[in-house]
């Protein structure tokens, strides 16, 4: 099971619900369409918010902003 979860809320929401169950967070980042993308330390952590968000998953493939190093 993946630890990448793509949802249609804020990442303040996101963030926030996972500080309240207790979920730790690998990475997260904003969308450019909107919504967050969120990667999970644990499987289990991200079957969680998974069924937390069920009604706000974004279903299919999402674009992302390239990664910038400098």
């Given at each position: 099971?993946?630890?990448?979860?793509?949802?249609?809320?804020?990442?303040?929401?996101?963030?926030?619900?996972c500080e309240k169950d207790g979920v730790r967070i690998s990475a997260i980042e904003v969308l450019p369409s909107g919504g967050t993308h969120l990667?999970?330390?644990t499987s289990e952590g991200a079957e969680?918010?998974?069924?937390?968000?069920?009604k706000n998953l974004i279903?299919?493939?999402?674009?992302?902003f390239p990664f910038y190093r400098s």
């Open positions: 099971m993946s630890r990448a979860i793509n949802i249609s809320l804020s990442e303040a929401v996101v963030s926030a619900r990667v999970c330390v969680e918010m998974r069924t937390a968000f069920a279903a299919g493939k999402v674009k992302r």
